[in-house]
């Protein structure tokens, strides 16, 4: 389905939500509204958007500069904003190899901007869905090498995955087809009261009655079950403004954020 025949403006929808939840300007008036019912029912929402942006930027600067990492997997992308993966990436080592993965026509109008990266690396732009493992990863080897490490980033996209065992069986495919040494940066939402996720609870409801796609939170058990197999670097699954340093000025948030690394 072309990226014209999928973009409809009269229901609200989570790349353009989101993109006004951090401040930006590509949404409608129904991402507006449907966002600011949600901010109202749950007001942390806004500080999730931004913590997991800095999550985003603590990651990728941490696996270039101090891992060595040169090529990157970026699934989910959203709508591009200041300081993407490849930007941070290229900006610690401008060879750097960028796979983008979405499919969001609004993304894809977009999709000019993000590919936009270095005279020496590589950002390259794929449509795909993430149920579609198989498809993403035949896709991508065609600019990243997978006898070489690869960070695969999947922030805020296995929640729309409704299944648990799908979307586990999706970290599980892609990640048997990268190499040792390779890693998975994740974020996802949860229900935890320990973090005050339980107000994500009816907000989620309303959101899946009125916005798409549908979202569901998980507990920590669950979310750590997508690291199995793998390696979790310190300081281990958090809240994502609390990753490898404080964000002073966000909240602790019911968003759980950690990197990974396959042995």
Sequence with gaps: MSGSARLNTSVAHNARVWNYWIGGKDNYEVDQRVGEHVAGMFP??????RADRWFLGQAV????EERGV?????????LPTADNTHEI???VAPESRIVYVDNDPIVLA????LLTGTAEGVTDYIDADVHDPAGILERAAGTLDFTRPVAVMMLGILNFVLDFE?????VREVMADVPSGSFLVLTHPTHDSAVGGEGQIPAMKFWNENATPPITARGGEEIAAFFEGLDLLEPGLVSCSRWRGEADSLAVVPQYGAVAVKP
Excluded: M, N, S
């Design 44 to 49: 942390l929402i806004r500080e999730i958007a």
């Design 70 to 78: 040169r090529q990157f997997l970026d699934i989910g992308t959203g």
């Design 110 to 113: 977009h999709a000019r901007t």
């Design 89 to 91: 990436a290229q900006r």
């Design 166 to 170: 799908a979307a586990r069986d999706i």
């Design 61 to 64: 600067r941490f696996l270039a």
